[in-house]
């Protein structure tokens, strides 16, 4: 009997094993296709729920450390840009999970390209460096600086790029492989022209539409003194000639081929030298910064703006509606009464346009530097889940009821201060694969462009409207740079600033002696190169 009983008790103890070990099979499959919760007092070691590796598999050891560039734009009262509300949730979704370890590095916005030639020199770039200055890039990949991202991108980039597309992605591709990748830029508009309405009221002009209209109007703001402010400035500018007084050359620009166009520096365009000729008639009539040559990073144009001596200025279409540096809200705190308009008072003499240059497609430049090539598969993952649409649209527009509101089915940005604070409009330096608001959709995306710029939305349409009129691409946007920019760039770009502040500030009878000889040493320093250069590659790609 004993015997048996054994027998028995064997017998069934042989089936609760047998149960035991299929219900532990069946447990281990669910856990690789779901998450579940555990019953009992059992101790089972999870995985974050956001994690992308499976719950039985092995410690993942140290994090590996993704160093990261992030303008710094000094927008007051802001937070560390390198350790903010922004960088630590960054940190949470995508860093944690992925056991990398994010470290923000600060750049000055102003000083961007030496700041990555001191990193590249000396061997100390974050493992993402961004640019917007196509011959820094190109001029890396010639000396060999950069890591190849080719692989990586087709291994983990599936997002990134779907978002991009094979047309923008070759704007950062170098004999057929990739070396940077561009950003996408929503908007093309490019530079615009600011005027004070109240100054206009005051002495009952209209806003102007023409050269002729707009330089009568500058006289005016400088006789009249409508603003009963001292040292009155009707037309503000900086150093950076070609940019912020654009329009002046648009306005004498000749016509002249594609090839032309592309081949020629902008120095040499017909037409451009009688634009600088007109700069020089204002400066001799006190018309524009006495002390524009001066003015290097902006700040002394920024802060005659705010004090109220400046009638007109240039630069970035959306410049006076923005949050930073906020000319507009910060103007109104000393003048309530004040406010900057967009206007596009340059007509071409030749066609009568108010023809202006817009942004190509592509717009910053991501590069990995060659001493972090072992952490390219990091970087791709990391710029493909920023392509994931809730990313960009929470880094963009934050929190609901925080940093928006949703007006129309469409997000419309609140005034945020303190911890919750974006240092930048939309969070543009930590969205790195987007430059400006994405909703896919044009007439959503340029509405809540519009939501994100407080207190000026009424002038939001206006400034991109006349930002994009009459606006054309460079033809040869699309080329590589030529080995002799990427040689000279940094050379010739100071050169040029050089004549502008020189042959601008002279006497009106010295200009053509000062701005001809200045034109030589340009060319000496390595223009001329650069041009028979563009020349050939012009023809390679495009044909005589």
């Known amino acids: 009997m004993r015997k048996k009983l054994l027998g028995i008790v064997s017998l069934l103890l042989c089936f609760v094993l047998t149960a035991a070990l299929f219900a532990g099979c069946g447990a281990k499959e669910s856990d690789n296709t779901s998450k579940t919760s555990n019953s009992g007092n059992e101790k089972v070691d999870q995985e974050p729920a956001d994690s992308n590796e499976p719950a039985d598999s092995e410690p993942k050891g140290e994090p590996i450390e993704l160093r990261v560039e992030v303008f710094d734009r000094g927008t007051p009262g802001q937070t560390p840009v390198d350790n903010n509300y922004w960088t630590q949730w960054i940190q949470e979704q995508f860093g944690d999970p992925n056991n990398i370890k994010i470290t923000f590095v600060p750049c000055p916005r102003s000083q961007e390209v030496d700041t990555l030639n001191v990193w590249m020199a000396t061997g100390d770039a974050p493992d993402i460096c961004l640019t917007y200055d196509v011959a820094t890039v190109y ?27 094979d047309e923008l992605l070759k704007y950062g591709q170098y004999d057929g492989r990739q070396f940077a990748i561009p950003a996408k830029r929503v908007i093309t508009a490019n530079t615009g022209t600011f005027i004070r309405k109240d100054w206009l009221d005051a002495l009952n002009l209209p806003v102007p539409d023409t050269t002729d209209e707009y330089y009568e109007t500058l006289k005016a703001f400088k006789e009249e003194n409508p603003g009963n402010v001292d040292k009155v400035i009707p037309y503000g500018m900086t150093h950076d000639v070609d ?89 109104k705190e000393n003048f309530p009464d004040a406010e900057f308009i967009p ?41 493909n889940w920023m392509a ?21 089915g469409l997000p419309k940005s609140l005034q945020v201060e ?34 994100s710029y407080p207190e000026n ?33 940094k050379v010739l770009d100071d050169k040029e600033l050089e004549i502008y502040a020189k042959s601008i500030t002279a006497k009106p009878d010295e200009f053509d002696k000062v701005w001809d000889s200045l034109i030589e040493e340009y060319l000496a ?20």
């Open 343 to 383: 206007c596009d008072p340059f007509t071409n003499k030749y066609n009568g346009k108010h023809q202006k240059e817009l942004y190509n497609p592509a717009g910053i430049r991501i590069i990995v530097p060659k001493t972090s090539e072992d952490k390219v598969d990091a970087v791709i993952k990391y710029l």
């Open 388 to 408: 994931d649409p809730d990313v960009i649209f929470f880094l963009q527009f934050g929190e609901e009821g925080v940093h928006h509101t949703i007006e129309d």
């Open 243 to 331: 940019y912020v007084a654009y329009g002046f050359f648009q306005a004498f620009l000749e016509e002249m081929s594609d090839k032309d166009y592309y081949v020629k520096h902008r120095l040499f365009l017909p037409g451009w030298k009688e634009g600088a000729r007109y700069l020089n008639k204002l400066y001799n009539e006190g018309l524009i910064s006495p002390e524009f040559p001066l003015d290097k990073d902006g700040k002394m144009l920024d802060e005659a703006i705010v004090r109220g001596q400046v009638g007109s200025y240039g630069g970035n279409y959306d410049l006076a509606l923005r949050n930073v540096p906020g000319h507009n809200i910060n103007l």
């Open 139 to 165: 001029k890396y990949y010639t000396e060999g600086g950069l890591a190849d991202l080719t692989d990586a991108l087709n291994e983990h980039g599936a997002e990134r790029k779907a978002y991009l597309g």
């Open 525 to 544: 320093a390595g223009g001329q190169e650069v041009m028979d250069e563009r020349s050939q590659l012009w023809d390679k790609m495009r044909g005589n």
């Open 457 to 489: 939305e009424h002038l939001f349409e206006d400034a991109y409207n006349l930002g994009m009129r009459d606006g054309y691409v460079n033809p040869g946007a699309d080329l590589i740079p030529t080995d002799a920019e990427a040689k000279h760039a």
């Open 418 to 451: 303190g911890e919750k604070m974006m240092p930048s409009l939309q969070n543009i330096d930590y969205t790195l694969i987007v430059n400006g608001i994405d909703l896919a959709d044009k007439e959503k995306t340029i509405a809540a462009n519009a939501f």
